[in-house]
């Protein structure tokens, strides 16, 4: 999201200000969530003052998250208009991503006011009838035009359980349809499918008819099909993490201990699963480098994963689960097909083409044959 901050990457600092949560999502890899535990004001400020003296760089993003953060608005309002009222040496912007049930006229006049300050980002999954099956009937609490009215650049997270794989491309339109860009859209984390070959020829299905969707559609970007195809020839970033964690972000407890990442931390892994988790150096990539894939997928540089989810899955951060690792697959052929066939519509239109598009039809050919894909 465009937030004016400049290119250089921000350091993202989470506070986790409540283990409570008001819903009991079907997917939440947040296993230990409870009610009577929350962040106070003072053990807020010490963490984002410890993070703000730092001078390894110049931007942050403070987000909240809980369980749900909004039943601690009270004191995230505090935390903000305290730093507010102080003059800081770093760009800042606040975030924070709300199921959106538990909004009263007071938080909306109050985020209202703050909107270019602090952002909300809204998780919907879908039509009514699927956001009530993963999300317990909540649906209707949601003021769906507050969000698109406050921040109608920012795009919603959406997430795909097993229930709703069979009306994925639906539950997608139809969030478009409402006015929203998409741009986290994964499957749940930390869980398989039951039933795999029968719901994997199903997403299969549900991708075809997103690749007509968004043909017929480019105003909109698709959060599938948008992947750096010329990096599986440049392998420019194949020795790097995937993500900032424990690297360019942090996540503060309620207590203020120091996590890496919101899924390496209490509400989500039990204490001898931490124990082992804190042992391992997060600023040494090659912990989170898959040798065999690195060595033997051409792929590999582009098949993102979330490395809370290898773990729990597998037990180690650089090993993708055999489903995961299908699904990838799955998802990378069909953004070729689609970049494919998109780029027939763009290069039809130019005389000369960039060296990213030249790299990217060399890696398009490639996958085009490895997964024998009709384009």
Not at 16 to 21: D, S
Not at 201 to 225: D, G, M, T
Request: aromatic letters at 12%.
């Amino acid at each position: 999201m465009d937030m004016g901050l400049s290119k250089k990457i921000p350091f993202e600092l989470t506070l986790i200000v409540t283990h409570g949560c008001n819903l009991n999502c079907v997917y939440c890899y947040e296993h230990n969530k409870r009610n009577d535990v929350r962040m106070n004001l003072e053990t807020a400020k010490a963490v984002i003052n410890k993070f703000m003296e730092r001078d390894d760089y110049d931007e942050i993003r403070i987000g909240f998250i809980g369980g749900e953060p909004l039943l601690e608005f009270n004191l995230i309002k505090k935390i903000c208009e305290w730093f507010w009222s102080k003059q800081w040496n770093k760009k800042f912007l606040f975030f924070a991503t709300t199921n959106g049930t538990v909004m009263t006229d007071s938080m909306k006049e109050w985020f209202t006011q703050n909107r270019t300050r602090f952002w909300l980002t809204l998780s919907i999954d879908g039509t009514k009838e699927t956001h009530d099956r993963n999300r317990c009937n909540s649906f209707d609490k949601i003021d769906i035009n507050f969000f698109l009215k406050n921040w109608p650049a920012q795009p919603i997270k959406m997430t795909i359980s097993e229930y709703n794989i069979d009306s994925l491309a639906k539950d997608v339109k139809f969030l478009h349809s409402l006015g929203f860009k998409l741009n986290g859209c994964n499957f749940a984390e930390g869980v398989e499918l039951s039933n795999f070959i029968e719901k994997y020829k199903c997403i299969a299905y549900q991708y075809e008819e997103l690749i007509k969707y968004y043909l017929e559609h480019p105003e909109y970007e698709s959060p599938f099909f948008q992947l750096p195809f010329s990096e599986c020839e440049t392998r420019s970033r194949i020795n790097q993490k995937r993500c900032g964690t424990g690297e360019h972000m942090a996540v503060a407890d309620c207590d203020g201990t120091i996590y890496p990442c919101t899924y390496f931390s209490p509400i989500t892994l039990g204490k001898s699963e931490l124990t082992r988790i804190m042992k391992i150096d997060f600023n040494n990539h090659q912990n989170f480098i898959n040798e065999q894939c690195l060595n033997e997928c051409y792929i590999y540089p582009i098949c993102h994963g979330c490395y809370g989810d290898n773990f729990t899955l597998t037990g180690n951060l650089s090993d993708r689960s055999v489903q995961k690792c299908a699904l990838s697959k799955l998802r990378i052929a069909a953004a070729c097909k689609y970049m494919v066939l998109n780029l027939h519509k763009k290069l039809s239109n130019y005389s000369e083409i960039s060296e990213k598009d030249a790299l990217n039809i060399v890696a398009l050919k490639k996958i085009s044959s490895m997964f024998n894909l009709n384009v």
